[in-house]
């Protein structure tokens, strides 16, 4: 088996049928051996009924529970049969022969080890999808400043400015998208649509199930790099990525408290004390300033009390430096 296809779905069933028509649309041509399984997170929306009856061929996983990512990811992972394992979010489109694109570059590069390609919005325009090794004045931008000032306008101006020259290769990274015309190696590539090698996995191992979401695609690759692999962005081929569909939006409250706890965990696992404290400081501030949007979408969903517990618990988490 050359290709292994793994879609993790929570209640995103006419975003699965859309992209699983696309896969299938180009696995049609029978130029890889290729299988494809969907890990359903015990969805409510019909997904699993609908993948039963419109595409057979799919390798339904049930989990029963909403799993998260990581661990759904693993359980396709650990029946894959592939010489390549592509992890892909129910939210994108293929939109070209990008399966035989990517296992040929891969396959003919000795030393490439996770690679992900050109990620364009439903407009066309193109995904920030790679970056470099993240810092703290990362977690700064992307959890204590308010998202007007990290609007589009506001890191095009940055992108034509001379202040990059002022940036290090991490905050650039935050605000450059990476050369389109040519591969090129990066810190790590977005989990909506990457391909590993499956020795490479045999090597560092599964994705960390200690993430829910957010950050175990970058912890992988910073593994997988520390293994000596090269992380490649591959532009030569697009995937449509509507992002924010699934999880509602990286900056929804919800979902900004499980990056919260992500990064904290990321930081803690992988860096040292002084580092671990300055994040650790960024995120509890991050919190701080999101408590306003918090209670506000607490009024605004007739007093949703699970809200308000998470985002304590994780306050808590920060404040006491316990990892997830």
């Known amino acids: 088996m050359k290709l292994?296809?793994?879609?993790?779905?929570?209640?995103?069933?006419?975003?699965?049928?859309?992209?699983?028509?696309?896969?299938?649309?180009?696995?049609?041509?029978?130029?890889?051996?290729?299988?494809?399984?969907?890990?359903?997170?015990?969805?409510?929306?019909?997904?699993?009924?609908?993948?039963?009856?419109?595409?057979?061929?799919?390798?339904?996983?049930?989990?029963?529970?909403?799993?998260?990512?990581?661990?759904?990811?693993?359980?396709?992972?650990?029946?894959?049969?592939?010489?390549?394992i592509l992890l892909l979010n129910p939210d994108t489109l293929i939109l070209e022969n990008s399966f035989k694109q990517m296992v040929n570059f891969i396959e003919n590069n000795k030393e490439a080890g996770v690679l992900g390609p050109k990620l364009v919005d439903a407009d066309g325009k193109t995904w920030t999808s790679t970056e470099y090794t993240p810092g703290p004045f990362m977690v700064f931008l992307r959890f204590c400043v308010p998202r007007f000032l990290m609007s589009s306008k506001v890191k095009n101006f940055v992108r034509k400015s001379l202040l990059r020259k002022f940036l290090g290769k991490d905050v650039n990274a935050y605000f450059v998208i990476p050369n389109a015309n040519l591969?090129?190696?990066?810190?790590?590539?977005?989990?909506?649509?990457?391909?590993?090698?499956k020795e490479v996995i045999d090597q560092i191992g599964i994705l960390d199930e200690n993430?829910?979401?957010?950050?175990?695609?970058?912890e992988w690759c910073l593994r997988a790099k520390k293994a000596?692999?090269?992380?490649?962005?591959?532009?030569?081929?697009?995937?449509?990525?509507?992002?924010?569909?699934?999880?509602?939006?990286?900056?929804?409250?919800?979902?900004?408290?499980h990056r919260v706890r992500s990064a904290y965990y990321y930081y803690k696992k992988h860096y040292n004390k002084k580092t671990v404290f300055m994040v650790r400081f960024l995120l509890f501030f991050g919190l701080i300033v999101k408590a306003p949007e918090v209670f506000y979408y607490f009024f605004k969903h007739k007093r949703d009390y699970n809200l308000l517990k998470f985002y304590f618990k994780t306050l808590n988490e920060i404040i006491i430096g316990k990892t997830l």
Not at 183 to 197: D, H, Q, R, W
Not at 232 to 238: D, K, S
């Open 4 to 84: 292994s296809i793994i879609i993790v779905n929570y209640n995103s069933s006419m975003l699965l049928k859309g992209c699983l028509e696309s896969v299938f649309k180009y696995l049609k041509y029978g130029e890889l051996d290729c299988e494809v399984f969907v890990v359903d997170n015990d969805s409510h929306d019909g997904s699993q009924a609908m993948v039963k009856n419109e595409f057979p061929d799919v390798n339904l996983i049930e989990t029963g529970q909403n799993l998260g990512w990581a661990r759904g990811n693993n359980r396709g992972i650990k029946m894959a049969k592939g010489q390549y």
């Open 183 to 197: 591969p090129v190696e990066v810190g790590s590539v977005s989990g909506a649509c990457l391909l590993i090698k």
């Open 211 to 218: 993430f829910f979401t957010y950050s175990d695609d970058i």
């Open 228 to 257: 000596g692999w090269k992380i490649i962005y591959f532009p030569f081929t697009r995937v449509l990525h509507y992002g924010g569909k699934i999880t509602g939006g990286e900056h929804k409250p919800i979902s900004f408290c």
